[in-house]
Each structure stands twice: as C-alpha cells, then as structure tokens.
C-alpha cells in the first residue's frame, strides 16, 4: 500500500517493507520504484522496518513550485527527514540506497550524522559526479544543449553510438543510456530528476570522516562488471575508510538489487560486531 508524506514543499510517496526494531530510510534507481526494496526483505526486513521512498518524478511523489525551479537544497531535505522521522515515531535511521538514490542517502549521512545507524549502498550515484552532470545541470548553455538533444534524441543516440562503434563508451553504458532515454517520458523525467537533485552534491571527504568517526556500520556493494557506476569509484571511496571490509565486489553488472543480493546482505550482516 502506497503512503505520502508531505513537508517543506516536498510530498513523496513510499511504501514499507519488514518489521524491524530499526528503521531504514531506502531510495530506488532511476526509473525503479519502492517495490525493489521488497525484494530484499528476507535479508533485511528482520532487523528493519524499511520506508522505501519513490523519487521525485517517479510516480506519486511530487515537489512545489518552487522547488522544482531551484532544486531541493540541503537544508529542506534535512527538515524533510527529520519531520518524517517525528511522523514514524523513531529517534535514529539506517539507510539504503542504489544508484541515484545512493545519492540521497550518502547525502543524509553528511546533513544527520547524528541520526544514522547502518548504511548499505548499492552502487551509489554522488561519490564521484560527472563533469557532464555538473554542465549539464549548473550551467545555462548545459541546460540548453540537453534541452536540444532531448528534442532531438536521434541525434544524441548516433553520437552515442559512434562513440560505443569506437570504444570510446562502452557498450553496456550505451545500453544504459538507450533505455534511460527511449520515450520522450523517460527524458523528461531523468532531466527533471536530475535538476531537482543537483544541490545535494555529496562531500564525500566528510562523509568519510563521519564513518570513521561514528564507527557507522557501513556497506558498500559493488558489481565487477558495472560499467555505468564502477567498482573503481568505491575502492577509491574505501581507502579514506578505516575499515576496508565496508567495500562488497559482486559478480555482476549494474542491476545488483535482485534476490541473490538478499545472500549477501545477509553475510555481511553475519560480520563480528553486526
């Protein structure tokens, strides 16, 4: 059953999962939904009561006026969260996240330090951010050429696919790319996703600092074979870590959240101290 929460001119719909003494806020990829956290309840839905939250753009959840014009900034998330955590009735939060909705979560590590417990993240967006992303979203010419390139999607694709035909991008990236911008809804909401989203650029270097400091009990997963997000950026992530058993390498691609995820999940949880 879906459910809303509306504050600070944000109103997002999300849906719960598990039964657990703690609760986890949890953020889907873009295009997925809340229903991706179901699929982990075996692993997780012991030890928490999962609200899994659907972006902006993403079905029902909806962002003011406002909002939608300058982005949400740091400060309204911060209030957001802190409102829904009064709403549930709990004093502390664990986080999950995957892909772009690991950006969310690593940056509510930074703005409510206090109030995290446990951190799993999925191949999360936000540790290192594309200089593309930044043109693209923080600059006016950026927006007027992705503006342009989304009236005109076939000739983005050819240029896309001339690089993917040289190597210059790689085949599963071009793939991704493909079926991110395939309708004209989909572009759409992928631009307004990432506008509404582009000032709570994680700083990953305090977020490190946070962890240790916290001693916060956090996982990293990431696939071998990722071409959109690689592993690369969190081994790179893990060394400013005092515990470098946080990093988890997977055999697969892009797509970790599925039911052989809930194996692992569960092993790290096995770890002394869990």
Known sequence: MSLFFESEGIALEYEIFGSGEKAMFAFHGFGDGPEMFGILEPSLGKRYTIYAFNLPFHRGSTIDKETKMYGIDPVQLKKYF???LWHVHFSYFSLSGYSIGG?????????????????FLFAPDGIKISPWYRFVTGTMIGKWIYGRLMLHPNRFMSIVNGFASLRIVHSGT????RSSLDTEEKRKRIYNTWMCL??????????????????????LFFGKKDKVIPASIG????????NKKSLHLLEAGHQLVKESLNAEISLSLSEPGK
Do not use: M, S, W, Y
Request: net charge positive.
């Open 82 to 84: 802190k409102n829904f």
């Open 103 to 119: 950006k969310v979560a690593l940056k509510l590590i930074e703005i409510l330090p206090d109030e995290v417990q446990d951190v």
């Open 174 to 177: 071009a793939n991704f790319i």
């Open 198 to 219: 582009r000032l709570l650029e994680p700083g990953t270097r305090r977020i490190q600092k946070i962890i240790n400091e916290k001693n916060l009990n956090f996982h």
């Open 235 to 242: 081994k790179k992530f893990v060394k400013g870590l005092r």
